[in-house]
Each structure stands twice: as structure tokens, then as C-alpha cells.
């Protein structure tokens, strides 16, 4: 199995099993809407969906996903819908974490968590220690994340490491780079899907995603399960990664 990489290996081959999923779970709204339920319903409904993938990528053999939770523009959403995205939240990491600790899944948390609640932060703190040393997959959830503001947090830590004479400006490659994201020792998703319709990638994992495949699915997150995981999986194995280095 693959480790951590911060760049693409050179020359092309056919895809196998991706070692590193990434998606942006969107559509919980529509979903709700067309059943005439208030939204929040279908963020309740999309963590049914969190927990198929969670399991559908431990049963592939995928060791790293990571879940694009709530982004740093998600602040500017009406206050009674916020608050109850935090209150699913709080409640997802009080019910889930045991069962994510007993199947040797390890919980981190990226994004700019200060601007998270304590009571919430403080939950966070306990189940990635409480994982911390499980190796079946390592799930990562983004949360008051935005790609730019990773890359810039990136770019003043590299910063202040030239600036106090930790490292010549020279030296700066994108090793150095990557080791400074949030998600530093992670590798890059191979594979990154987008459910609902959209076809953007909206501020997330913008330097990780360099060399990923992207999959644009119709399907609202709550209605996305363990088939089309699979789906996904078996549409990633019939693509030829080229990297850069041939013409289609």
C-alpha cells in the first residue's frame, strides 16, 4: 500500500484501488427541499450517507478519506442553520466515536478550528486522541476549511520559518510547502468526488488536488450509499493516470 506522497509519480499506468478519496458531500438542501422537509433534515439524512462511505471505503481497501464537512463560507449561512449543522456535529462526535475507534478508524480534523465552538473544538481534541494510533483508515473531515486560507496558513508559516533563519528561502520547494498545509502527512487524493450536480471543486484541497481525478455524480449526499462508492471506485480503475507526461 501506497504511503503519504507529496507529488505524482512519473509516467502513466492504469489506476488500481485509490489510496486516498476525497469528497465534497453537497446536496443535503435540494434533498430536503424536494420533500418538503426544512433543511436541517437533510443534513440528518446526509450523516446516514458519512457513515456508508466510511464503511464502503474500509471495505475497498481505501486508507485515507477525507470529507469535506462545512467550509469557511459555510459561516455566512442563515445563524439557525448553522447552529444546527454544529448541533449534528457535536452529536456525530459523542454517538460515532466509539464505533470509529472499535473498526480502527483515525479521526482528524482540518480547517481553521478556532473558529469552531470550545465545546466543539474540545470533542474534537478528544477523538483524534482517542484514534490517534489507528491505522484501518484514516478519515479526515474538513471543517471551517477553505483550500486558499490552507495555502496561505502555508505560506506565512514558510514565512516565519525564513524569516527566523529556520530555513534558507532556496530551500523552499513543494515538499516544504505541503508539510505546512493542515494536511500535512496525508497524501494527495487520487480520487475526489462531488455529489449533486456541480461541477467545481468550491475552495477545497486546491494545492492537494494537482494531479487528482475528479467525478461529478448527479446523486444528492443523502441519497449516496455503499453502491455508488463502489461505482466510483470501479470508474477510477478504468482511467490511465498520465501525470503531465503524455497526450490524450
Known amino acids: 500500500m501506497s504511503e503519504p506522497r507529496d507529488a505524482a509519480p512519473l509516467g502513466a499506468a492504469p489506476a488500481a484501488t485509490p489510496v486516498h478519496v476525497a469528497i465534497i458531500m453537497d446536496g443535503n438542501g435540494r434533498w430536503a427541499k424536494a420533500r418538503g422537509l426544512p433543511r436541517v433534515a ?13 464503511e464502503a471505503a474500509g471495505d475497498h481497501g481505501v486508507r485515507y478519506l477525507t470529507l469535506f464537512g462545512f467550509s469557511s463560507e459555510n459561516w455566512r449561512r442563515p445563524a439557525d442553520e448553522v447552529s444546527d449543522l454544529m448541533g449534528l456535529l457535536r ?8 464505533e470509529l475507534h472499535a473498526n480502527g478508524v483515525r479521526l482528524r480534523v482540518v480547517g481553521e478550528r478556532e473558529r469552531l465552538p470550545q465545546d466543539i473544538v474540545a470533542l474534537v481534541t478528544n477523538a483524534e486522541e482517542t484514534t490517534r494510533a489507528n491505522e484501518r483508515l484514516h478519515l479526515t473531515v474538513a471543517l471551517s476549511y477553505g483550500g486558499r486560507a490552507d495555502i496561505l496558513s502555508a505560506a506565512r508559516r514558510l514565512a516565519a520559518d525564513v524569516a527566523a533563519g529556520r530555513l534558507p528561502a532556496d530551500a523552499i520547494g513543494e515538499a516544504e510547502f505541503s508539510a505546512r498545509l493542515w494536511t500535512a502527512g496525508i497524501p494527495d487524493p487520487d480520487l475526489l468526488i462531488r455529489t449533486s450536480g456541480e461541477r467545481r ?10 494531479y487528482t481525478e475528479f467525478l461529478f455524480l448527479d446523486t444528492l449526499w443523502p441519497d449516496f450509499g455503499k453502491r455508488d462508492f463502489a461505482a466510483a471506485i470501479a470508474d477510477f480503475q478504468r482511467r490511465e493516470r498520465r501525470y503531465g507526461t503524455s497526450g490524450g
Not at 452529536?91 to 466509539?98: F, P
Open 201 to 210: 471543486i468550491s475552495n477545497f484541497l486546491l494545492w492537494q488536488s494537482a
Open 42 to 54: 437533510g443534513h440528518r439524512r446526509g450523516v446516514d450517507a458519512v457513515r456508508a462511505a466510511i
Open 91 to 98: 452529536h456525530y462526535l459523542r454517538s460515532e466515536l466509539a
